[in-house]
């Protein structure tokens, strides 16, 4: 094996533990901790060492094992280096580890025959280190938020930049927040309300959506060309454009502050982005399918509810995703045509508990991961389905 190789690798890869690992032991000063007592030394040598013994570690054992036990051994040591650090400390040392450790066994003996180029090596964990960078830019409001929801209104105000969790308090103390938003705030009702509304839009646009894309993708009538090439061309107006005349024209017809309102807005918006996706997906089928059902006596019905739905069955699992999420997180419209708090869809309950100065923020945060939660459990359980519904159809054939 090439030593310049070795070296090169070893140089550059603790360069990048080094930095992330000084970015989180920077930013857990904010709890309290001194920062003289971090050994940046040791963090630099420390990625010397694992880089190299990675190398050379038995291709034998299973790359989960190795990579579990260079972390756990790299936390230990650090462990007994600065044992006065809190648990959470050494949590988020040992997850930054697994993927730095992870990334160093995507190169073997092999890599190292030959001369190694520096470049690909920077830019590879360049990218590693962009990943866990902006992925924790992005994850900490929503640990923010999920960490504010567990503490009293005295905890906030004695240090507000404590972090951390007392996760041994009683469990009525420590879901208290939650148990406020339900009992005095209505939050169940919140709830009730904008279930219903996100699964009638999706229904109703499903509904609407799937024989019209069809017909667009397969149907010959005057005008295709012009509907199937402008069928977006709401989504170039802003929203804040069509709320007034909506706003005007739903108060004079008495559909203002209603959640049947809500579901005609959120179906006129999300279905014209339904369509463009299913039909996409609609003409990927072949023609002949629908042909030999055409021949065994199905009519245009038949030939949608029996070959095409079980076929699309991807690509509408995606799009009623798609509308799910939209019409939960929708609050432009809600909170213009929405006044009564009994109608009230959780995201305007949010606004509504904000505009009160003397809501505490703990309740704020809860109710805030109350919208968050069954939106996230539901993309990422249909996430796949997502995917490869997006995707579909981009190909024909």
Same mark, same amino acid.
């Given at each position: ?83 006065? $650090? ?105 709830? $009730? ?25 397969? $149907? ?178």
């Amino acid at each position: 094996m090439r030593v310049k190789s070795i070296i090169t690798f070893s140089l550059i890869s603790s360069f990048f533990l080094f930095s992330l690992i000084s970015i989180w032991k920077i930013l857990s000063t904010l709890q309290g901790i001194e920062l003289k007592t971090l050994n940046f030394n040791f963090y630099f040598l420390s990625g010397i060492i694992i880089s190299i013994i990675s190398i050379f570690l038995s291709e034998k054992l299973k790359k989960l094992f190795k990579v579990i036990l260079l972390a756990s051994v790299f936390v230990l040591v650090d462990y007994f280096i600065n044992s006065s $650090l809190p648990i959470w400390h050494y949590i988020g040392t040992f997850l930054i580890l697994l993927f730095f450790v992870n990334k160093l066994f995507n190169y073997n003996k092999k890599h190292f025959s030959y001369d190694f180029s520096a470049q690909i090596i920077f830019f590879d964990f360049l990218t590693l280190f962009g990943i866990i960078f902006f992925s924790f830019v992005i994850l900490f409001p929503f640990y923010l938020m999920l960490v504010t929801s567990f503490k009293t209104q005295a905890l906030l105000l004695i240090n507000p930049l404590d972090f951390s969790v007392d996760l041994t308090q009683d469990i009525k103390i420590l879901f208290k927040s939650y148990i406020v938003v339900f009992t005095e705030y209505n939050f169940g009702k919140y709830m $009730l309300n904008s279930s219903i509304v996100s699964v009638g839009t999706v229904i109703i646009t499903l509904l609407l959506g799937i024989p019209a894309a069809y017909a667009v993708a397969r $149907l010959n009538f005057f005008g295709k060309h012009f509907l199937s090439t402008s069928i977006l061309i709401i989504y170039m107006f802003p929203a804040i454009v069509l709320v007034i005349p909506l706003y005007t024209v739903f108060s004079q017809l008495g559909l203002r502050n209603s959640v049947f309102g809500l579901l005609i807005i959120y179906t006129a918006t999300t279905l014209p982005v339904a369509i463009y996706m299913l039909q996409g997906y609609f003409k990927s089928i072949p023609k002949e399918l629908e042909e030999a059902g055409i021949m065994d006596g199905q009519n245009w019905f038949g030939i949608i509810v029996k070959i095409i739905l079980p076929l699309s069955l991807p690509a509408i699992a995606s799009v009623a995703l798609y509308v799910f999420m939209i019409a939960w997180n929708e609050f432009l419209f809600s909170l213009m045509f929405l006044d009564s708090p009994s109608s009230f869809t959780l995201s305007r309950a949010i606004q509504f508990l904000n505009v009160g100065a003397e809501t505490p923020r703990q309740y704020l945060m809860a109710g805030s991961v109350v919208v968050t939660l069954p939106i996230l459990f539901i993309f990422v359980y249909f996430e796949k389905y997502l995917v490869s519904g997006l995707t579909s159809g981009s190909v024909k054939g």
